[in-house]
């Protein structure tokens, strides 16, 4: 169906489109050409490269207009030879059809349209994880009336498409970070966001935006002739991003991976042993101070009341009505997450230089003075910028590092220069 009918349909019709059915019943079946490390449970084609695992095909429960909106968002479709380094995607046309061709093993991820004739998505997602307790899933809906803040849904998967093709994309990403967090996290090679969030319309929305920020600043510091061209060729050099729904979860998560945490954005209600609390994100908040001083938090919600108890922990707050909800995240992002150059400032504030680029970085860190150095290092700034801008290595080296170490600023400048004359010797200077 053409974009333009998707907007006759009723709210508590609205899936993605009707449309005519289209399988892939005649397809050949597959053969695995990626050799599995053993300690990964995992899908005959997903790619593991360094130890990240890349989600490479796609199984989308819907019609063809879902399969539209994945080719617009840059995906292949099953056949396709372009682009070449795209997750490629099968269609089927219902629930039933979805499982029988998952039990080929040959996908690993299902995306199912909540509107589908025989099954709703959350319906298709809970049989196909009874089957397949690894299976990636995400249930796909146009009806924003199932995402909103007080709406008790029952389905962690549930996400609302708002259209942007960055949406698909961050489906991906989210769910390969998830299945690689433990293993490059516990290893030093990347650090985590951490989302906090409940409510589908809001995540959503975030999701898409945070992933596309991941990506520009990850590619920022390359010389614009090695920028990779493809919406796909990001660096795997990059922050994960995990959504957690629940307070034991996103508890759990903190205390599990520490410092392998640089931020933390959450919603304040929440569930709490299974009910909604009011005051979750600040019981989070404080959770997260005890175990990261100085952790990078915001505090998103409608409950403007909320704000002092908020900002007394040392923690941002975001109103969630607010028409620049995204634009003022975005601005948490840079100024608090290392999104961006990074900025020198005085304890009290005022900036006192800007680094764009790890020599930047290298030459200022030499200079500035010593409440300067100490007053980034002790909220663990100089990591966070690192994590962002592609060198998780080195983030997690100088996150292990104590500000009262001896000679601390030495360390760390002998770090940089390691890695720029490795840099220099790889031509990337």
Not at 63 to 76: D, K, M, T, V
Not at 324 to 332: A, N, V, W
Not at 361 to 368: C, E, G, S
Not at 402 to 407: D, G, K, N, S
């Given at each position: 169906m053409a974009p333009r009918d998707a907007k006759k349909r009723t709210a508590n019709q609205r899936g993605l489109a009707d449309a005519s059915s289209i399988d892939i019943g005649g397809l050949p079946r597959k053969t695995a050409t990626t050799e599995l490390l053993p300690s990964v449970s995992r899908s005959a084609f997903a790619d593991v490269i360094d130890n990240r695992v890349r989600f490479r095909n796609i199984l989308l429960a819907g019609?063809?207009?879902?399969?539209?909106?994945?080719?617009?968002?840059?995906?292949?479709a099953s056949g396709a030879a372009e682009p070449a380094d795209a997750p490629s995607f099968d269609l089927v046309r219902s629930g039933e059809r979805a499982l029988e061709i998952l039990e080929r093993g040959e996908h690993d991820m299902l995306l199912a349209d909540h509107i589908l004739p025989d099954l709703t998505g959350s319906e298709l997602v809970a049989k196909a994880r009874a089957r397949h307790p690894e299976l990636a899933a995400a249930v796909v809906t146009a009806n924003t009336d199932l995402g909103g803040p007080r709406q008790q849904t029952t389905d962690s998967n549930l996400f609302i498409a708002y259209g942007a093709p960055s949406f698909w994309r961050a489906l991906v990403k989210l769910a390969e970070d998830e299945r690689n967090a433990e293993a490059l996290i516990d290893d030093g090679r990347a650090l985590a966001i951490l989302l906090v969030e409940d409510e589908p319309n809001f995540y959503s929305h975030f999701l898409p935006m945070l992933y596309e920020r991941i990506r520009s600043s990850a590619i920022e510091l390359l010389p614009p002739e090695r920028r990779p061209r493809s919406i796909w060729s990001i660096s795997d050099n990059r922050p994960l991003v995990l959504l957690r729904r629940t307070f034991e979860d996103a508890a759990n998560t903190l205390v599990r991976h520490q410092s392998g945490v640089m931020a933390l954005i959450t919603d304040l209600r929440f569930p709490v042993s299974g009910e909604p609390a009011d005051d979750a994100g600040l019981r989070l908040l404080y959770r997260a101070r005890s175990l990261m001083r100085h952790l990078p938090v915001v505090v998103a919600s409608r409950e403007r009341h909320h704000r002092d108890a908020v900002m007394a922990a040392d923690a941002k707050f975001l109103w969630k009505d607010s028409p620049?909800?995204?634009?003022?995240?975005?601005?948490?992002l840079t100024?608090?997450?290392?999104?961006?150059?990074?900025?020198?400032r005085w304890p009290a504030g005022e900036r006192y230089g800007v680094a764009r680029t790890l020599r930047d970085?290298?030459?200022?860190?030499?200079?500035?003075p010593d409440v300067v150095f100490e007053h980034h290092a002790l909220h663990s700034d100089f990591s966070t910028w690192l994590a962002v801008h592609g060198y998780p290595r080195l983030a997690r080296r100088a996150r292990d590092m104590?500000?009262?170490?001896?000679?601390l600023r030495d360390r760390m400048l002998e770090m940089f220069r390691e890695a720029l004359t490795a840099q220099e010797a790889d031509g990337l200077l």
């Open positions: 019609n063809p207009y879902g399969a539209f909106l994945l080719e617009e968002a840059g995906f292949r620049r909800l995204l634009s003022e995240l975005d601005s948490f100024s608090f997450c290392g999104f961006g150059p990074f900025v020198f970085l290298y030459d200022l860190m030499a200079d500035v104590r500000i009262t170490e001896p000679y």
